[in-house]
């Protein structure tokens, strides 16, 4: 048992993480030691526990396989040259994720129990985290609804869990995106500023459809008149256009990325202009036609950047400057960086120390 609330803690016998190396292990597939659950029932959290990472019995009723009652969040965790542990912007995470159990009738989970889970899982798997430059443990916290019942209705059981996979190298290749006109992701009154299961499920069609005819992504854009763009994929779409930094702005269709935020506050503060507003696909074509679109990127945890370099529209491709001409993001990209590895003075608190 440890901490405010309390948590039972049973260690697996041998780590297995001398059976990889986890500066070159692929993205998503390798699980760390353990992992962290928390049980909800009769109207409270209950048990908290830290177990070896493996299977849990779960019914093929529960309502979170049927109704998409689940949500889950993304963050990362780096280790500095000194072998120091730091989690970035974690309480942000926290908040969203709370956010998302709102919209989704579930039950926020309290501060005490998810950094209280995170830090003792943190300290128990921090063999796990890469120490290479680019190297991280990513995070996955998330909530299903446990009840075994058919029937359309909130559960009444939930468990949050978190586990930890490393993420050795990550490089995002630049990307050719496909402006999508014709499905969308998120609708005014619905749940696209939320990190809903369904959101990513519906999103995997138009995807796929987007990479037969030859692009990595799309760019969504609003449901009712496909005129204004809202994310890249899984990440928040930035421009850089003349001297601006333009970025959707923030509605109930967009997810509020801790990255965007992040990427917002540098640019601000390196005294760039700054605007979060509507952005119709034509202002971004008009710039690219008369040479003022510099940069494009999409920003998220995952890839931190993601080079936009080419963008499909109504049959026709734009090709975007080269990504050795972008000074902003690479900026972004290197100064995130070392702030994370603990390189430069952490000026805004972004880093956690577990
Ligand atoms: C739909 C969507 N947009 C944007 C983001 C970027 O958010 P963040 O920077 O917090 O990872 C994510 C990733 O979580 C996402 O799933």
Redesign the pocket.
């Known amino acids: 048992m440890t901490g405010t609330f309390d948590i039972t803690i049973n260690k697996i016998a041998k780590s297995r993480v001398a059976e990889y190396d986890v500066n070159n292990v692929p993205f998503g597939k390798c699980f760390s030691d353990h992992m962290f659950i928390a049980e909800y029932a009769d109207g409270k959290w209950q048990k908290a526990h830290i177990t070896p990472y493996g299977d849990t019995p779960l019914s093929y009723a529960m309502s979170a396989l049927h109704y998409g009652q689940a949500i889950f969040e993304?963050m990362k965790a780096y280790k500095n040259d000194k072998g120091e542990v730091s989690l970035f912007r974690p309480i942000e995470n926290f908040s969203r994720l709370n956010k998302s159990a709102i919209r989704m009738a579930m039950p926020e989970v309290p501060e005490e129990i998810f950094m209280g889970g995170l830090l003792e899982l943190l300290r128990l798997d921090s063999a796990w985290v890469p120490s290479s430059d680019s190297g991280s443990l990513y995070i996955r916290p998330f909530i299903i609804a446990t009840d075994e019942a058919i029937g359309v209705k909130a559960s009444e059981t939930y468990k949050f869990i978190i586990i930890t996979c490393p993420a050795g190298k990550y490089y995002s290749e630049p990307i050719k995106v496909l402006v999508e006109t014709n499905y969308f992701r998120a609708v005014h009154g619905g749940v696209g500023f939320v990190?809903a299961a369904g959101?990513y499920g519906r999103s995997l069609y138009p995807t796929k459809l987007a990479q037969q005819k030859g692009y990595q992504q799309v760019i969504w854009t609003d449901s009712e008149t496909h005129q204004y763009v809202e994310?890249s994929g899984?990440?928040?779409l930035m421009f850089v256009i003349g001297d601006t930094v333009l970025t959707p702005a923030l509605s109930d269709t967009i997810?509020s990325?801790?990255?965007?935020d992040s990427v917002l506050t540098l640019a601000k503060d390196w005294g760039m202009k700054v605007e979060e507003r509507k952005i119709s696909i034509r202002e971004v074509l008009t710039a690219h036609g008369n040479g003022t679109l510099k940069e494009a990127f999409g920003?998220?945890?995952a890839a931190t950047i993601a080079q936009i370099i080419g963008i499909g529209f109504e049959g026709k491709d734009y090709d975007l400057p080269p990504v050795e001409e972008r000074k902003f993001s690479t900026k972004v990209d290197e100064v995130l960086r070392s702030i994370r590895k603990g390189k430069v003075e952490d000026k805004f608190n972004w880093m956690m120390k577990i």
């Open positions: 993304g990190k959101n994310e899984t990440m928040n997810l990325g801790i990255t965007r920003c998220g945890t």
